[in-house]
């Protein structure tokens, strides 16, 4: 099956309603985009509850919104999160180094959805 074919047409018209617009995006300064329009977005798009047909299609869908907000996505165990969302865990230093603060350390991104699988039967 390709890949494509778990996007349908609606949900490919809800991922463009959620997508950012012109007015969302700082042009003049680094690009980012409204973080409270980002939050809206992310709540019409995936509120509690939410049902996809299938993991992939879940998967699809995130990965498309993440790239109409210009961010991307990491899968780990049963959450689809950004890749700059707050770590679960710290690094421990060596010492031998001095490091600056990470990126995921200073955007700490609120992105995060988890999920399960649910038995249809």
Excluded at 90 to 102: D, P, Y
Aim: glycine share 4%; with cysteine; proline share 2%.
């Amino acid at each position: 099956m390709n890949n494509l074919d778990w996007l349908t047409e609606g949900l490919l018209h809800e991922i463009e309603e959620c997508s950012p617009v012109a007015t969302d995006i700082d042009g003049l300064q680094d690009n980012s985009r409204s973080g409270e329009v980002f939050a809206k977005a992310c709540n019409r798009l995936f509120p509690q509850g939410r049902m996809f047909a299938s993991h992939k299609q879940l998967d699809q869908v995130v990965r498309k919104f993440a790239e109409a907000w210009a961010f991307k996505t990491t899968h780990s165990g049963w959450v689809l999160k950004c890749h700059c969302a707050k770590a679960n865990y710290k690094h421990k230093s060596s010492g031998s180094r001095n490091s600056s603060e990470s990126l995921k350390e200073s955007t700490q991104c609120p992105f995060a959805t988890h999920y399960q699988l649910t038995d249809c039967h």
